[in-house]
């Protein structure tokens, strides 16, 4: 697996990051709930999958989020972006209170907050054109006309990597690889400051997420964007993020930077994920 030249251990920050955090999120907590059965049998039981968490996320950075599957990431990600409603807890995104925001407020804090999706498949809509699906944002956010918002929807899938001859296109006559790019498509075309990206090569053979990876680094740079990088994949975690948050059975157990995280881990779990992680190098193609 290769991206841009750097082996998967090295740690150089490629932003200019601000002290303040962009996000913040306080004690957040959600708990599932599984009724009976449809025959009354059975007890209903709980799924704590996101326990007192707390972080902070600052201007320009990547915080790689990292865990096994149902460690409780993507619910904590979706938290973040009120996709998932907390049961208790507070989210500030720039000074402002994202879980008592209603009407045109969380309207205006929606535009700088989107994610990008794990299944490059089950995330577009197969009815939908590529024009549809990269512009639907803003015709939801927006009253421009359908004009500016084709051009628009042009300007950002060029910046993916990807012709703007495709809009007329529908999903199903992309690849996987392609798909994922009309997804990050779709979270640019409002601007936004900060993006969940929530597992979002896992489902792309190995030399394609290498290539949405690199991709997903230089938006960063051309966009100034905020990344809560969500994997089970230290490697890639290792090469992106800044720092590193370390999440076991709804916990955040471990936070630190790339470097201390990988060289110095504190918590045996995430000693654990490490031993679990080969030695994969990554370069520029």
């Known amino acids: ?29 959600k708990t599932f709930h599984s009724g009976q059965s449809a025959f009354g049998m059975g007890a209903a039981t709980q799924v704590r999958a996101v326990n007192d968490v707390s972080l902070a996320i600052a201007a320009g950075e990547t915080l790689g989020l990292v865990g096994e599957s149902g460690s409780g990431k993507s619910t904590l990600g979706r938290m973040l972006l009120r996709l998932v409603e907390a049961d208790s807890g507070e989210v500030y995104f720039d000074g402002h209170d994202v879980l008592r925001a209603d009407g045109a407020e969380l309207r205006r804090l929606r535009r700088d907050m989107q994610i990008i999706f794990q299944d490059p498949f089950g995330s577009l809509d197969p009815r939908m054109t590529v024009e549809q699906i990269v512009c639907e944002p803003r015709a939801i956010h927006g009253s421009e006309s359908r004009k500016g918002r084709r051009e628009r929807a042009a300007e950002v899938m060029r910046a993916v990597g990807l012709d703007a001859s495709g809009l007329g296109r529908y999903p199903h006559e992309f690849s996987g690889g392609q798909r994922q790019r009309i997804g990050i498509a779709r979270a640019l075309v409002l601007r936004p400051r900060f993006i969940v990206a929530d597992e979002p090569v896992s489902a792309l053979d190995v030399s394609v997420g290498a290539q949405i990876v690199n991709l997903l680094k230089q938006l960063q740079r051309e966009f100034s964007l905020t990344y809560l990088f969500i994997s089970h994949s230290m490697p890639i975690v290792r090469y992106l993020a800044n720092r590193i948050a370390v999440m076991q059975r709804g916990e955040l157990v471990e936070v630190g930077t790339t470097e201390q995280i990988t060289t110095a881990p504190r918590h045996p779990y995430t000693r654990t994920l490490l031993e679990a992680t080969p030695e994969i190098e990554f370069s520029e193609r």
């Not at 750097?6 to 004690?27: D, H, N, Q, S, Y």
């Open 1 to 29: 697996m290769e991206i841009r030249g750097e082996k998967i251990g090295a740690f150089r920050p490629f932003v200019t990051i601000a002290t303040m955090p962009l996000i913040e999120a306080r004690r957040l907590t």
